[in-house]
């Protein structure tokens, strides 16, 4: 499985937790709890990943953690 960095955090408006998953678009996952919002969001990785592979597109390479200045 890729390991990608995921980013969890809770919202108020969604009353959720939610896990994004910066280096792939659009790819983000919720849960009740910071456990479920990860484990949801390893299966919407790796749904990202097929998606890609069935439309030919680039699948970035996971770079681990990702620092912003």
């Not at 980013?7 to 996952?29: H, N, R, T």
């Amino acid at each position: 499985m890729e390991k990608y960095e995921v980013i969890i955090y809770w919202s108020s408006e969604d009353k959720a937790f939610i896990a994004e998953v910066p280096e792939l678009p659009g790819c983000v996952a919720d849960g009740s709890t910071r456990e479920e919002a990860l484990s949801n969001a390893h299966v919407v990785i790796q749904e990202w990943i097929e998606t890609a592979k069935e439309l030919g597109r680039e699948i970035p390479e996971s770079k681990g953690r990702l620092l912003f200045a």
